[in-house]
């Protein structure tokens, strides 16, 4: 079955870093986009940033933009969320997410809190 599984969060001052990572199993992975999603408390969900299947073409949220870098590795069926200048409305669990065939596939999420 189709497994993601995120790591890499946690607590960081505002203007720090943290690189998120995202698990990929049970597809293939190099045949997929994959995004990066977060959810703050009373928000929806929103999508971050995605990435095509060879890593060529990445797309992010406006907010995100300058900021957040997403790449992957399909050797080690991976994918990764550089976050730089975390901002406190950065706070939120983050989702690794793939589509594939028109079902959404979620990682249990991994919380980033932004706090001084």
């Known amino acids: 079955q189709v497994q993601l599984v995120e790591s890499g969060g946690g607590l960081v001052q505002p203007g720090g870093s943290l690189r998120l990572a995202c698990a990929a199993s049970?597809?293939?992975?190099?045949?997929?986009?994959m995004s990066w999603y977060r959810q703050a408390p009373g928000k929806e969900r929103e999508l971050v940033a995605s990435?095509?299947?060879?890593?060529?073409?990445?797309n992010y949220a406006d907010s995100m933009k300058g900021r957040f870098t997403i790449s992957r590795d399909n050797t080690k069926n991976a994918v990764y969320l550089q976050m730089n200048s975390l901002k406190p409305e950065d706070t939120a669990v983050y989702y690794c997410?793939?589509?594939?065939?028109?079902?959404?596939?979620w990682g249990q999420g991994t919380q980033v809190t932004v706090s001084s």
């Open positions: 997410n793939a589509r594939i065939y028109n079902l959404y596939y």
């Open positions: 049970g597809f293939t992975f190099s045949s997929y986009g």
């Open positions: 990435i095509t299947r060879t890593g060529g073409t990445t």
